[in-house]
């Protein structure tokens, strides 16, 4: 299978602290890969590694075939990766349309960006065209995360890397969110996704990573991993 993404026996220090441990990963090109895992285990700490936000110590991450392992985040981004934090990193005091405006990186005013790309990202979040000219500050945390997907995907990746898009959003909203990425995945772009939300896991993922104590302790395909409740109990210590 094509991998579009690797982590080969990645191990990752924050200061003093060693939090990844041998991290393994594959990302095939196409699909959606969710990444599992309970509280603490490693998982965001995982995605700033990819995006050379920390470095890691020892192993390889290769994007495209190519070692990033050492690499700036602004150098990673421009091969065609974007990021999507927890926090989402919303510019409060701007309005949707300069945050959208910002992340365009080949245009310098509103006009110059992509009309049909925008007009493609207003059908996934109507929110953003609605709120256009609205600052960024005063929406709603879901329509914030429907802000902090359309900013990654403003101009065409190839990897699209998420954490946590569901978390603390109401079901209409996550369906909406759901059916947002279901829609890129068929539009070629890869996603990896954190996750603790399993409906939303199950319902999106082709394939799964399972994280513990700072290693991947579990790969495969997510139907197979939704039909073992066994497995589920073991890894993540609930029932899908």
């Known amino acids: 299978m094509n991998n579009l993404l690797e ?5 990752t220090h924050i200061g003093a602290y060693h939090i990844l441990h041998g991290v393994d990963l594959a990302v095939p090109k196409g699909q959606l890969t969710m990444l599992l895992g309970r509280n603490g285990a490693g ?8 995006m050379g936000l920390w470095h890691a110590s020892q192993g390889t991450v ?4 190519k070692d990033i392992t050492q690499m700036q ?12 934090p ?8 701007l309005t949707v349309k300069e945050n959208m405006l910002l992340a365009a990186r080949g245009a310098k005013n509103a006009a110059q960006m992509d ?6 990202i207003f059908k996934l979040f109507p929110a953003v065209e609605k709120f256009w000219n609205h600052p960024a500050g005063k929406l709603s945390g879901g329509q914030k995360q429907m ?14 890397i998420v954490d946590e898009p569901s978390k603390g959003l109401a079901p209409a909203i996550i369906n909406n969110m759901i059916d947002a990425f279901d829609e890129l995945k068929r539009s070629g772009v890869t996603i990896l996704l954190v996750e603790q939300n399993i409906n939303f896991a199950q319902r999106l993922g082709d394939s799964v990573a399972v994280m513990d104590n700072g290693r991947v302790v579990h790969s495969g395909s997510m139907a197979a991993f939704s039909a073992d409740a066994q497995l589920q109990q073991s890894l993540l210590g609930l029932a899908l």
Do not use: C
């Open 7 to 11: 982590l080969s026996g990645v191990h």
């Open 43 to 50: 998982k965001t700490t995982t995605l700033r590694t990819i």
């Open 62 to 65: 290769r994007f495209a075939d």
């Open 73 to 84: 985040t602004p150098q990673i981004a421009a091969l065609g990766m974007a990021y999507v």
């Open 86 to 93: 927890e926090n989402m990193g919303i510019f409060s005091d």
């Open 115 to 120: 009309d049909a790309r925008l007009k493609w």
């Open 147 to 160: 802000l902090a997907v359309s900013r990654a995907i403003v101009e065409p990746r190839e990897l699209l």
